[in-house]
C-alpha cells in the first residue's frame, strides 16, 4: 500500500493492531498459527507482537499453551472511543425502534482497512434475526453497505488502492455511480440482492457523515430474503431508514448527509 512507502508510516504498530483485528466475535481464543493465517505475517513476527500485546494488557495468555484472547486493556479503548463520538450513544434508541418496528437487525458499521466493519447491531425485540454480529466484516463489493459507504465518498481511489484485487477502480466508480443516484432519488442504497456477497441476506442501507469524522459511517437494516423482499425494502425498509438516519442528523443539529456531497 502507499502508506507503507511513506516514512511517517509505523510499519510494526499497524501489524500490531492487524492481530487484534484477527480476532473475532466468535473465536475460542487463537494460537499464533491460526492469527498468522489470518493476518499473513509471518509466525515469527506475530509470537514477537502477541507477547508485547499480552505484557501491555491488549491480549489474555493465562496459561503457557493457552490460545490468546482479547485482554482488559481493549475494553478501555473501546468505552473511550464510544464516549468520544456522540451520534453512537444518539443513534441508539432511533434504531432499536427502527429495528423493533421492522423486524428487522440494525447495524451500525464503518470503514476497517478494506472491508467494512460492525460495530453496533440493534435486534428486534420479537423477532428471530440474522447472525450478524458486531466484529463482522462485509465487502465493499456485494454489500449495500459498501456500496452506501463508496458512494459517499468524494473520491474512492485510496479504497481500491486498499482493497487490492477484490475492487478495481472501474467497479468502484460503477457502485459509487449508481449509490449516488440513489441516494439522490430515495435516499438509500439497495445493491443488487443477485449479486450480494451473501445469498442469504437482503438489506438496505444509508450513509451518515459525522461533522467530526472525515469519511462517512453507515447505518443498515438486513433480515432473511423472505422476511424482507425487495419490494419491502424499497417501499416500507428503505425510507424508514433515511427518516431514521435524517433525525439523528436533526438530533444533531447537523444538515442533511446528501446536502454534505452525497447528492
Request: glycine content about 8%; charged content about 25%.
Amino acid at each position: 500500500m502507499e502508506e507503507e512507502t511513506d516514512r511517517r508510516f509505523a510499519t510494526t504498530l499497524a501489524r500490531g493492531l492487524s492481530v487484534l483485528r484477527a480476532f473475532r466475535p466468535g473465536d475460542d481464543g487463537l494460537g499464533n498459527a491460526e492469527i498468522s493465517e489470518r493476518t499473513g505475517l509471518p509466525k515469527s513476527t506475530v509470537s514477537r507482537l502477541t507477547f508485547t500485546l499480552q505484557k501491555l494488557g491488549y491480549l489474555n495468555h493465562a496459561h503457557r499453551h493457552d490460545r490468546y484472547r482479547p485482554g482488559p486493556a481493549l475494553l478501555v479503548l473501546g468505552n473511550t472511543a464510544a464516549a468520544s463520538i456522540s451520534f453512537v450513544d444518539l443513534s441508539g434508541p432511533l434504531m432499536q425502534r427502527l429495528a423493533d418496528a421492522t423486524g428487522t437487525l440494525g447495524l451500525l458499521l464503518v470503514r476497517d482497512d478494506r472491508k467494512m466493519l460492525i460495530v453496533r447491531t440493534w435486534r428486534p425485540r420479537t423477532v428471530a434475526s440474522l447472525w450478524l454480529e458486531v466484529g463482522h466484516r462485509l465487502p465493499f463489493d456485494g454489500s449495500s453497505s459498501g456500496h452506501a459507504f463508496l458512494s459517499g465518498l468524494s473520491d474512492p481511489t485510496d479504497i481500491v488502492a486498499r482493497a487490492g484485487d477484490d475492487l478495481t477502480a472501474d467497479r468502484a466508480q460503477a457502485i459509487r455511480a449508481d449509490g449516488r443516484a440513489q441516494l439522490m432519488s430515495r435516499g438509500y442504497v439497495i445493491a443488487d440482492p443477485a449479486a450480494y456477497f451473501a445469498p442469504n441476506i437482503h438489506a438496505v442501507a444509508t450513509p451518515f457523515q459525522p461533522r467530526d469524522m472525515t469519511e462517512p459511517v453507515v447505518f443498515t437494516c438486513g433480515a432473511l430474503p423472505e422476511v424482507l423482499s425487495v419490494e419491502r425494502m424499497r417501499d416500507e425498509v428503505g425510507p424508514r431508514l433515511r427518516d431514521t438516519v435524517a433525525e439523528l442528523e436533526r438530533i444533531m443539529g447537523q444538515g442533511p448527509t446528501q446536502a454534505a456531497g452525497f447528492a
